[in-house]
């Protein structure tokens, strides 16, 4: 009988590793777990979990500003290209770019008062969704998962 990983991926193989099966059973819980919150997100405020993850960086830095280049090491999903998130959200009136006056060559992004709002009407639902999707373990499996994990980012090897 195949596991809970083998059996959402359809998979009738034996995994190459216990690592493989790992990896792809982090990224498919991954991909199901933020399912709903990017159809959400996309519903309730036409955002996608990227633009969404620069305005709560941008609110916890409030009122200070950051640069590009601070709010892409603060994310949680790298994005490339994070200049084009930034210009959609300014073109919504979410945040704001300044010239920094220590250095002129560095536009430094704000949120505005209209994207502190977006959030706020967010808050709730983001505190929600994770009881919603992870409650169901319980206190004590979600403090060994929560310490799996710690120990996961912490010894995590690299590849190429």
Same mark, same amino acid.
């Given at each position: 009988?195949? &596991?809970? =990983? #083998?059996?959402?991926?359809?998979? +009738?193989?034996?995994?190459?590793? %216990?690592?493989?099966?790992? $990896? ?44 590009? &280049?601070? =709010? #892409?090491?603060?994310?949680?999903? +790298?994005?490339?290209?994070?200049? %084009?998130?930034?210009?959609? $959200? ?44 992870? &409650? ?25």
């Amino acid at each position: 009988m195949p &596991g809970a =990983i #083998a059996g959402a991926l359809k998979q +009738r193989s034996q995994f190459k590793s %216990r690592e493989q099966e790992v $990896l792809l059973g982090l990224r498919t819980a991954t991909a199901r777990a933020l399912e709903p919150w990017e159809k959400f997100l996309k519903t309730s405020a036409d955002l996608t979990p990227n633009q969404y993850n620069v305005l709560r960086i941008l609110r916890g830095s409030h009122p200070s500003r950051l640069a590009c &280049g601070e =709010i #892409a090491d603060r994310m949680i999903s +790298r994005d490339p290209d994070i200049t %084009r998130l930034v210009d959609r $959200l300014s073109a919504r009136g979410l945040v704001d770019r300044v010239r920094s006056a220590r250095d002129r060559r560095v536009v430094e992004v704000g949120v505005t008062p209209k994207g502190r709002a977006v959030l706020r009407g967010l808050d709730v639902h983001a505190e929600r969704m994770p009881r919603a999707l992870l &409650g169901g373990l319980g206190p004590r499996k979600l403090m060994q998962l929560a310490a799996l994990l710690e120990q996961v980012l912490r010894e995590m090897g690299t590849y190429p």
